[in-house]
């Protein structure tokens, strides 16, 4: 295994940076990386702190920082170190300039202004956790997408994900022996989207869930027969209704999340095929 230094710069929050790093990263499967975050940098003084931050820990430098004024001084200071500073949005904003025959405004944290979409994704995170776990049914005819699925198939996390896109979006548990509300049959504008998960790896979802919770796993909750018949039920009643499904067993949040985005283009008529 090999571990190095890497500082991630940024003028903003340094979720962009974090987020290029984290996706570069996993390619690299024997290497692991001791990351230095450095957000929020707008000021000489604090380009000083980051170089000789890098002096002390020696390692890669990647940044998104957009002030020449700021680049500059961070890139000579890695360059008499002899480190190597890589701009990791340049690529994408030169491309861009050039298309659109026009030139970037150099401004940081724009991503983030308080305009419209900004208080669309608060007002999505709002409705994901007042409808959560099945509340405020009366409220689900608002919603843009609602998934349904027996209990531990990711449904409050692909909520919240959603909702940071601006996705009003909210989830009901499917428990065994009690029916599902009648609200949800006569919905008429959110996308119905039914969650499953192989029985086997539900078992050990649920079990760490409970071992977490230090509760007692001996029961039909993580019982092999009985949430295989959970499970069936679920894809029963996700037939019935022809709700379109999306199996959460090697996915992660986020591919969840871009499969149901990708359902609710195709119902809005965004999307071909």
């Not at 000083?48 to 820990?57: T, Y």
């Not at 004024?69 to 990791?88: E, T």
């Not at 994408?92 to 900004?118: F, M, N, W």
């Amino acid at each position: 295994m090999t571990r190095f230094h890497l500082h991630l710069v940024s003028d903003s929050t340094g979720d962009t940076v974090h987020s290029v790093a984290r996706a570069c990263l996993v390619q690299f499967e024997n290497s692991e990386a001791i990351e230095h975050i450095w957000s929020m940098v707008r000021t000489k003084a604090q380009i000083e702190r980051v170089v000789n931050g890098v002096g002390a820990n020696p390692g890669v430098v990647l940044y998104t920082l957009v002030d020449e004024s700021l680049r500059a001084p961070l890139v000579d200071g890695c360059r008499r170190l002899q480190i190597p500073a890589i701009p990791v949005l340049d690529p994408v904003i030169a491309a861009l300039g050039a298309y659109l025959g026009s030139r970037a405004r150099g401004l940081p944290g724009q991503q983030h202004t308080l305009d419209s979409e900004y208080f669309q994704r608060i007002d999505a995170m709002t409705f994901a956790l007042n409808h959560d776990d099945g509340q405020s049914a009366w409220g689900w005819n608002d919603a843009d997408v609602i998934l349904v699925g027996v209990s531990r198939t990711s449904k409050t996390p692909t909520c919240i994900y959603l909702a940071n896109r601006g996705i009003k979006a909210a989830n009901l548990p499917l428990v065994p022996g009690t029916a599902a509300p009648p609200e949800l049959f006569k919905l008429t504008r959110p996308l119905v989207v039914g969650l499953t998960n192989d029985p086997e790896r539900l078992i050990q979802v649920r079990r760490n869930r409970l071992t977490q919770l230090k509760q007692e796993d001996h029961t039909d909750y993580t019982d092999i027969e009985a949430v295989r018949e959970e499970v069936a039920a679920g894809r029963r009643l996700f037939t019935e209704h022809q709700w379109p499904v999306i199996d959460v067993t090697r996915r992660s949040i986020e591919e969840t999340a871009a499969a149901v985005l990708k359902l609710l283009a195709r119902k809005r008529g965004v999307e071909d095929a």
